[in-house]
């Protein structure tokens, strides 16, 4: 049994038995064979991952993403043997949100009880948080008490503080910076992790801005000298954003010459994006789908004599090379990428961490079944309104008979939700308690303001989805987005209905782009276009249809017929996710009224979305699949 960190004493027993698994869990599907481009290696390699949110068992319904965390495990070793053997390096960056989103972290109490270990099997190099785990003190606190030391000095927090549990001290979450030489190439990084200007965090912590850190004296000294061969900026902020272009700006003004590699999250996309000659970007999607592959070819090795550092001809560079790859995160591409098999794959740390994450599953009974989905029902995969919208399916069927509080049941109620608090789609077949959470992962309860006037009311909707600019500052998430590059554009709200695709990331692949030379059947999946090209994506898909969705949709509950034009319909309850709430009230002030936070109530005695779906599913889908 091989562990990189101690674990809980019921896996250390468990594990002993099951060193002969065969990696990914047991009930995820095969995945299918499909054409692939190699990894383009170079003299400095990452594997990348973001805003994976506890999917680290895996897509068990997804072939094309089955792999789990201890796949990755073995993976990232498989691949770290071959740098080794070739002379090259290997880094493993991860740049946040880990959590929220999955049965497995959610459904424990208290919430990443298994969770924690299990990612802390993974030697990641360079790691930074998200926004997920400031949400609430205790995410925070369990980041700053229990990851940041499980990385001993490899967390980086370059603009973040926390209030120490036992001091009440604020202090940063972690180290700013690191300086570091890479083993093989004897390659001089300093590297940093930043947040972005993120503002929704629990008052235990502190999150400074990008603009002014980097003016700050130790970001300046940390920049300054001629001793560095790279910059490695790793961040859960979007890669085109000013955040980023502030950084990027700062250290220019500094090094006008030394490359510069940036990863980014949030925005849950495949993207990269071009700084400069010298600076490039990555951003590796969602959920565990995608393994992103940076690589590096063309660094100054000061550290180490030219006659002591192997370097074959296509790394003798004038300037450096960028290369990018996003890897479908299943055992089919791993086997292709390490000229393995499933006889000789997997490492007995990675299988130890795969049964770590069964018992965990089994623990918390995440394949119970509420019911049977009688269908696939898509948060951006069919336009709304649509029969197999997932926000449609809520807005026809669950909502009606579920938003009503015993106190009010008689009183018509408009209930408004944000797209964004979905977070996946429910597919045909068992709904259970893994899928309630990936539908539904969060906290958020309801709240209502009583008697608002109707024909105010009415109009929030349009406010909400318009994003009156003087007014709303909405966040990023607060709508469901579709898994694309942002430099997609959604049209107007008027186009709703219509196909979504824009030519620069979601393009149809060309047979003779396609390296598709057995003429396979394409599975669908990413079709990536970006700054690099159309040859982003390791496996060949069809495209997928993405289509817009607004920021939020109603649902009228209790309301009388004909009400649009019924003149005794003065007044309604207006419902909606606590999330919400301040662009609720703001909306309202946009409107001419003067509601506070204290005019509203809690709704439905605390119940939480994810409450309100399951119980609904296990009354209406009843029966097994």
């Not at 939480?608 to 029966?623: A, D, L, P, Q, Y």
Request: a negative charge.
């Amino acid at each position: 049994m091989i562990l990189r960190r101690s674990s809980p004493s019921c896996y250390i027993l468990l594990l002993s038995f099951v060193t002969c698994t065969q990696s990914a869990q047991p009930s995820a599907p095969e995945p299918v064979s499909a054409p692939l481009r190699d990894l383009p290696w170079g003299q400095l390699n990452f594997l990348h991952t973001t805003d994976t949110h506890g999917w680290h068992a895996g897509h068990l319904q997804e072939p094309s993403y089955t792999g789990d965390w201890g796949d990755y495990i073995s993976f990232a070793e498989r691949l770290r043997a071959k740098a080794d053997r070739e002379g090259v390096d290997l880094l493993l960056i991860d740049t946040g949100d880990r959590i929220e989103g999955n049965g497995l972290y959610d459904a424990s109490v208290p919430k990443g009880k298994y969770t924690r270990d299990i990612f802390s099997e993974q030697d990641i190099d360079i790691i930074c948080i998200g926004n997920h785990e400031l949400y609430h003190k205790s995410s925070s606190e369990s980041e700053y008490l229990s990851v940041v030391p499980s990385f001993k000095g490899n967390y980086l927090a370059s603009n973040l503080d926390i209030l120490d549990p036992e001091s009440g001290d604020r202090v940063p979450l972690a180290p700013r910076f690191k300086k570091f030489t890479t083993k093989n190439q004897g390659i001089r990084i300093v590297a940093f992790g930043f947040l972005f200007d993120f503002t929704g965090n629990a008052n235990n912590t502190f999150v400074e801005k990008v603009e002014k850190t980097v003016r700050q004296k130790w970001f300046l000294e940390a920049i300054h000298g001629r001793n560095v061969d790279l910059f490695l900026v790793a961040g859960h902020v979007l890669l085109d954003s000013p955040e980023y272009n502030a950084i990027f700006k700062a250290i220019r003004e500094v090094q006008w010459d030394t490359p510069i590699q940036f990863f980014g999250g949030h925005t849950h996309v495949r993207d990269y994006f071009r700084y400069d000659s010298k600076a490039y970007g990555l951003e590796s999607g969602r959920y565990m789908e995608t393994i992103g592959f940076m690589s590096i070819t063309g660094l100054s090795t000061g550290e180490k004599s030219k006659s002591h550092v192997v370097q074959p001809a296509n790394m003798l560079a004038a300037a450096p090379k960028f290369s990018r790859r996003y890897i479908d995160n299943n055992l089919y591409s791993f086997h292709h990428h390490t000229s393995l098999n499933s006889s000789t794959f997997s490492t007995p740390h990675g299988r130890n961490v795969s049964a770590m994450i069964a018992a965990a599953r089994k623990a918390l009974n995440l394949d119970h079944s509420f019911g049977c989905a009688p269908t696939d029902l898509w948060t951006n995969r069919a336009p709304f309104p649509h029969e197999n919208s997932i926000f449609t399916w809520l807005q026809k069927q669950v909502f009606p008979s579920t938003i009503s509080d015993p106190s009010r049941k008689d009183y018509p109620r408009l209930a408004i939700f944000n797209t964004g608090g979905i977070r996946f789609d429910v597919f045909k077949g068992p709904f259970t308690i893994d899928t309630t959470y990936s539908v539904s992962p969060f906290t958020s309860g309801f709240r209502s303001i009583k008697d608002v006037p109707y024909t105010t009311a009415m109009k929030l909707i349009t406010i909400l989805n318009h994003e009156v600019p003087q007014l709303l500052d909405l966040p990023y998430d607060l709508a469901a987005r579709a898994p694309e590059s942002d430099e997609v554009h959604f049209a107007a709200a008027d186009t709703a209905h219509k196909f979504v695709q824009h030519a620069v990331n979601q393009a149809p692949l060309s047979p003779s782009s396609s390296n598709n030379q057995h003429k396979q059947p394409l599975t669908p999946g990413y079709t990536t276009t970006d700054v690099g090209g159309s040859d982003g994506d390791d496996t060949i898909h069809s495209p997928i249809r993405f289509y817009h969705v607004p920021n939020v949709f109603e649902t009228r509950v209790g309301f009388p017929s004909h009400s649009s034009g019924d003149p005794e319909l003065k007044t309604v309850d207006l419902v909606y996710v606590d999330f919400i709430q301040r662009y609720v009230l703001l909306a309202l002030e946009f409107l001419g009224t003067d509601y506070k936070e204290g005019d509203t109530d809690v709704y439905m005695d605390g119940t939480t979305m994810t409450e309100v779906i399951s119980r609904w599913v296990e009354e209406n889908w009843k029966g097994d699949c």
